[in-house]
């Protein structure tokens, strides 16, 4: 299975996340980690302004698109408030897509909030999100909860939860054999 783990830290130990490590995983390949970003406030404005990125998109070229996607979707996972201050860092979130009926679509982004320590698992599983697709690719349904941690489950939830799929599905890191 193709996956995304995102995580963030305060490395600077100002009570704001300053890093977002990007870890795209294929559990079919030892090791998992297939390729990576990570994107820093260097200016300790609460924007992430700074990024080491692979080819992310995998079209073959390690360029300004793939730094500028990344950031765009660390920055989103921000908007989670789904991020651990101090040690031990264990909170993140595992991204997947799935195509129920092969036809070579996504029919969901599954988003799932963990807290604990190595492989994603349903022991360290603290809630989900997901966004269902209309059977064209793009998203029409989502299931949420408080995703942006504000102690109301709104508009804004749902929103975030459609914007960071799309965002994720442009990188294409889905499992070609159910996509």
């Known amino acids: 299975m193709r996956y995304l783990k995102i995580y963030a830290q305060d490395v600077l130990d100002d009570d704001v996340p300053d890093v977002v490590y990007l870890e795209f995983h294929d559990d079919t390949r030892t090791p998992t980690i297939s390729h990576s970003a990570t994107a820093f406030d260097i200016t300790d404005d609460g924007k992430l302004d700074w990024i080491i990125a692979d080819d992310v998109n995998q079209d073959g070229v390690i360029d300004a698109v793939d730094r500028a996607q990344a950031i765009e979707l660390a920055q989103l996972f921000l908007e989670f408030n789904w991020y651990s201050l101090d040690e031990p860092f264990d909170k993140y979130l595992q991204v997947f897509a799935r195509d129920f009926d092969d036809n070579g679509v996504p029919d969901t982004v599954r988003l799932h909030f963990h807290q604990g320590a190595g492989a994603p698992c349903d022991e360290s599983l603290v809630y ?25 489950v709104d508009k804004r939830d749902a929103e975030l939860v459609k914007k960071f799929s ?10 070609a054999e159910h996509c």
């Open 166 to 175: 799309t965002l994720f599905l442009a990188f294409g890191w889905i499992d």
């Open 128 to 152: 989900t999100a997901a966004l269902y697709a209309d059977g064209n690719g793009q998203g029409a349904t989502a299931i949420y909860q408080d995703v942006n941690n504000d102690q109301k």
